[in-house]
């Protein structure tokens, strides 16, 4: 199997989305003997001075003559910035092309001047709470404090696990407000596999008092077994829902966690309950999902917005809207009545 792929990029000043600060165009092609390997490669592209940036990336396919597109944000502001650091697989030069790593997983941490090693590494316990639904009035969000604090020697710890569930913040400066983030979630993460893996999302389609009988019930896996059931109608039907709920939480999981699990994100709300949108608009500040055909005057909307306090490039917050409130209903309603729901 051959792949061969052209990668065009145009890096971007945030500030001044329209001009260009440099482009450039690299091809990738690999030659393998199984489907679904990684091909890896780099590309060296100038950036003008310090500040905030993106690239804006076309991937294309050459073999199958399709494109995709995507926005990739470069924190390039100070020691601490996020781009300063690099998180890769253990004592290796390949990096982790993510920002959550499992419960017992190894990892290293590269640092842009190999002569720094002292890093200050702050943790914070997960304590998210779900998404609220989007017809709910905003709520102003609480600051986080810190739960824990310390200094590693990257000579002394070229391996690197994260011990607590949470996300770990590191910095070349002590108390810095920037750094690199890095999140542990539960057993098996982005996948659904434990009994309160699968629980948790269910807040989406249960009532209150739905979900705290699930909850507390002393056989929590027979018990989700049994909600499912009973939402289907049959065991076959049952799978069918599972399949696809427990399916678009992985997805969510993968693509649109930040400091908290992607299910638990505005994003990941909105996927699981309504699936992939028919077109997705981007820009460096939103990304509007549209479901249903663009200029049918039958689209439903959702509009989120990057939130550039987190220290999360991939952190969205939905402009939420009581409108939402009916096709909300309605979507929750389908689930409940053992359809998948997938909104047109």
């Not at 990668?7 to 690999?30: H, M, Q, W």
């Not at 989007?134 to 600051?143: D, E, H, I, N, R």
């Amino acid at each position: 199997m051959v792949g061969n792929f052209k990668i065009e990029y145009v890096l971007r000043p945030i500030s001044a989305p329209k001009s260009a600060s440099d482009t450039g165009n690299v091809i990738a092609n690999n030659v393998s003997q199984s489907a679904g390997e990684w091909i890896y490669g780099y590309t060296d592209f100038d950036v003008p001075g310090e500040g905030e940036y993106f690239l804006d990336v076309t991937l294309r396919d050459l073999n199958k003559m399709s494109t995709t597109y995507d926005l990739v944000y470069l924190s390039h502001s100070g020691d601490d910035a996020s781009n300063n650091f690099l998180l890769t697989q253990p004592q290796s030069e390949t990096p982790l092309y993510t920002n959550a790593v499992g419960e017992k997983e190894n990892f290293s941490l590269r640092y842009k001047d190999p002569a720094v090693s002292k890093v200050f590494v702050t943790y914070y316990k997960n304590t998210a709470e779900a998404a609220r639904p989007p017809y709910s009035l905003p709520v102003a969000s609480l600051p986080v404090e810190a739960d824990s604090s310390w200094i590693i020697d990257l000579t002394q710890t070229p391996l690197l696990q994260l011990p607590m569930e949470g996300y770990y913040r590191f910095s070349v400066t002590a108390n810095s407000k920037q750094g690199y983030n890095v999140c542990r979630f539960k057993q098996d993460f982005p996948k659904v596999t434990t009994p309160l893996a699968l629980l948790e999302p269910l807040r989406y389609i249960t009532t209150k008092k739905e979900y705290t009988t699930l909850e507390t019930s002393t056989r929590l896996k027979p018990s989700i077994d049994s909600f499912w059931i009973a939402t289907g109608g049959s065991q076959e039907r049952a799978r069918e829902l599972i399949s696809a709920y427990y399916g678009r939480v992985e997805i969510v999981n993968t693509h649109f966690s930040t400091w908290k699990e992607g299910w638990k994100t505005d994003r990941g709300m909105v996927y699981i309950i309504y699936g992939e949108p028919q077109n997705v608009y981007r820009t460096p500040d939103s990304e509007t999902w549209v479901y249903g055909q663009d200029q049918s005057g039958n689209t439903l909307n959702f509009v989120f917005n990057r939130v550039t306090t987190s220290g999360f490039a991939n952190d969205f917050e939905l402009e939420r809207n009581t409108a939402y409130n009916v096709s909300w209903i309605t979507a929750v309603d389908y689930w409940k009545q053992g359809q998948v729901y997938r909104a047109r």
